[in-house]
């Protein structure tokens, strides 16, 4: 049995890339009067507490979400300080709109951090099924399929909550599988977003054979893919494999990483090798909206500026077709 659990990651530097992304494509692709399918291969539990025992074990979050809100609002004061003091310093830019849209977003689901702004009120996280249920509207529909049958659960409990009835759907299936079987879909419009844990080398191969299969049965879907960047051959050729593949469609991509910190191992003060975490991660996205490459340009270096740890952080972003 799968031992990943997404609370532990919830709210870290990946999740703040992938969910930014999503919000922003989501804005977009809902705008329009023809209903979209979103189907979620991989769903995780929907929702998770930031005050929880599995976040504040890993503390990732507080090199995501906590390190974006608690840099912005620094900035912010250091603005002030250097008013009242008259000072001259360049004012630091308002958040880009597609990280404002994911700081509102947050700020809907946590109404004590809407009101006093403080970080230490910010409690529930949204995951990738929420944050694409505040986006539909009646004719949409959202299929989730999540495996780990506690966080099948969780995910099964937390959308009953929201008394949507048959508009989202939460099934325990392989999400791998499960997507063939609703391309095309029936408005033909789509947008997949496949975000496996890499648990299993395995993974890296099903992304790609998954996502040529996708783009055979359905030409003109929206998908998205999230990727750790790790020293392994696999994650090295998954961003390539797509771009081949979505070259060979003809159809337009988008490629987006961003790197907080050094892949380096390093030896701590009793001789131990310490390993860094996760230093980086990408979305590789085929047929990406018009509007999400201006929309993360804007965001990215302003995610390097404000979750970057050592020299080495930085983004790239490339886009063809
Ligand atoms: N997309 C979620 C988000 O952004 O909030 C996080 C998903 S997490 C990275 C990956 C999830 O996929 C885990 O909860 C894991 O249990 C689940 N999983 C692993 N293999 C799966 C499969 N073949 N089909 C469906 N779910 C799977």
Redesign the pocket.
Same mark, same amino acid.
């Given at each position: 049995m799968?031992s #990943?659990? &997404?609370a532990f +990651?919830?709210g870290n530097h990946a *999740?703040v890339l992938? &969910?930014t992304t999503?919000i922003a494509l989501m804005k977009y692709l809902t705008q329009k009067d023809t209903a979209l399918t979103v189907i979620?291969? +991989?769903?995780?539990?929907?929702l #998770?507490r930031l005050d929880g025992d599995y976040t504040e074990t890993s503390g990732e979050a507080r090199e995501g979400i906590f390190k974006l809100i608690l840099g912005q609002k620094a900035a912010l004061a250091q603005e002030d300080a250097s008013k009242a003091a008259t000072k001259k310093v360049a004012p630091p830019a308002p958040l880009a709109p597609a990280l404002q849209d994911y700081m509102d977003l947050l700020r809907k689901l946590n109404p004590q951090f809407a009101e006093t702004g403080e970080a230490a009120h910010l409690k529930i996280y /949204?995951?990738? /099924? @929420?944050?694409e249920q505040q986006f539909l509207s009646g004719r949409d529909k959202l299929k989730l !399929? =999540? $495996? +780990?049958p506690t966080? !099948?659960k969780s995910l099964s409990g937390n959308i009953e909550q929201l008394g949507v009835g048959r508009q989202v759907v939460v099934a325990? =299936? *392989?999400? @791998? =599988?499960?997507l063939k079987t609703f391309l095309p879909p029936p408005a033909r419009r789509a947008m997949v $977003?496949c *975000? /496996?844990? #890499? =648990?299993?080398k395995t *993974?890296y191969l099903?992304v790609s054979g998954c996502m040529a299969d996708a783009v055979k049965r359905f030409a003109t879907g929206t998908y998205v893919v999230?990727y750790p960047i790790i020293p392994r051959p696999e994650a090295h050729d998954l961003p390539r494999k797509l771009k081949t593949l979505a070259v060979k469609a003809h159809r337009s991509w988008l490629h987006a990483t961003l790197t907080v910190k050094s892949s380096k191992l390093t030896t701590g003060t009793d001789g131990e090798v310490i390993r860094p975490g996760l230093p980086a991660s990408g979305m590789f996205i085929i047929n990406p909206p018009h509007t999400l490459k201006a929309d993360l340009q804007a965001a990215l270096p302003q995610m390097v500026a404000l979750l970057g740890q050592d020299r080495n952080a930085g983004f790239t972003l490339e886009h063809g077709g």
């Open positions: 799968f #990943y659990r &997404h +990651h919830a *999740d992938k &969910h999503l979620d291969t +991989h769903a995780g539990a929907g #998770y /949204p995951g990738s /099924p @929420f944050i !399929f =999540e $495996l +780990h966080d !099948f325990r =299936e *392989d999400g @791998f =599988e499960a $977003l *975000d /496996p844990s #890499y =648990e299993m *993974d099903r999230w």
